[in-house]
């Protein structure tokens, strides 16, 4: 597992915590960030960067 890889996942997990500990009482689009980074982490496959590049920006050079 590489370096950007822990962080999204670590990200990931702590803004889910702080959903459980508001008790869920947050926004349906705070959940968006939390799925996007936890999918990144896991999979490999960040659906942001997908769209940003189906955009036209250029890609980062971070693996």
Known sequence: ??????TMISA???LWLSYWLSNWNVHW???L???ML???????FCP????????????????
Request: no cysteine; proline share 5%.
């Open 38 to 44: 936890l999918v990144a982490g896991l999979a490999g």
């Open 29 to 31: 689009l705070a959940y």
């Open 48 to 63: 942001a960067t997908w769209l940003y590049g189906k955009l036209g920006l250029k890609p980062s050079s971070l693996k």
């Open 12 to 14: 990931s997990a702590m």
């Open 1 to 6: 597992m590489s370096a950007i890889r822990a």
């Open 33 to 35: 960030p939390a799925a």
